[in-house]
């Protein structure tokens, strides 16, 4: 069982809006910044956005983040049938002196 | 540009020992940490732990204290994933990263394929 809660899928359709949310606690997304990665079958994962809202270059603004408190939540507009991966969030979690992910949430384009 | 290359599939016996590279390059190899992760089919991401190349420094994951070792060879920008006591459920995908000193992983090792089966 993963430190972090992510639901297990979402869906929506091309051209649509889809939020992933994140949910942890003090130890972990509550003192530490989130950080968000896809992942499609077969290939590393791609750090999407990093310290809770930003985006490393190249990644299209099309994926947004935020944190409040001790929940992250990635946003995904104008949804592409390329979107459809895992995703993960991840974090330092302070207590456990260890990194922590989220259990991953597939992303369905229908 | 920077990139982390793995070493190739693997397949062991229960209670085997694995030992997986991962050579760096495009930066200097003791600036940044180095993270192994693993993903198991049908499962999430798992951290397993990080090394320090500057100093040698390890954070294990408590699971897997007294199974895993992580080192560095600064002579060859490498670094090192052992883990030993496998089991069936070590059968994963291994990944290294970087941590560009901060809290996200900005660049990540293709990933080596590691089967236990008898």
């Known amino acids: 069982q993963s430190v972090l809660t992510q639901p297990p899928s979402v869906s929506a359709a091309p051209g649509q809006k889809v939020t992933i949310s994140c949910s942890g606690s003090?130890?972990?997304?509550?003192?530490?910044?989130v950080s968000w990665y896809q992942q499609f079958p077969g290939t590393a994962p791609k750090l999407l956005i990093y310290?809770?809202?930003r985006r490393p270059s190249g990644i299209p603004d099309r994926f947004s983040g935020s944190k409040s408190g001790t929940s992250a939540t990635l946003g995904i507009t104008g949804l592409q049938t390329g979107d459809e991966a895992d995703y993960y969030c991840?974090?330092?979690?302070?207590?456990?002196?260890?990194?922590?992910f989220g259990g991953g949430t597939m992303l369905t384009v229908l | 540009e920077v990139q982390l290359v793995q070493s190739g599939t693997d397949v062991k016996t229960p209670g085997a020992t694995v030992k997986i590279s991962c050579k760096v390059s495009?930066?200097?190899?003791?600036?940044?940490?180095i993270h192994w992760v693993r993903r198991a089919p049908g499962k999430g991401l798992q951290w397993l732990g990080l090394?320090?190349?500057?100093?040698?420094?390890?954070v294990y994951l408590e699971k897997f204290q007294g199974r895993v070792t992580i080192t560095a060879d600064t002579s060859t920008d490498t670094a090192y994933l052992e883990l030993n006591s496998l089991m069936s459920d070590d059968t994963a995908v291994y990944f290294c990263?970087?941590?560009?000193?901060?809290?996200?992983?900005?660049?990540w090792g293709q990933g080596t394929l590691v089967t236990v089966s008898s």
């Open positions: 990263a970087t941590d560009n000193n901060s809290n996200y992983f900005d660049h």
């Open positions: 310290d809770n809202n």
């Open positions: 003090s130890s972990d997304i509550g003192n530490n910044d």
């Open positions: 090394i320090d190349p500057e100093d040698g420094e390890t």
């Open positions: 991840g974090t330092w979690d302070t207590s456990l002196s260890a990194w922590v």
């Open positions: 495009g930066y200097t190899f003791t600036d940044y940490s």
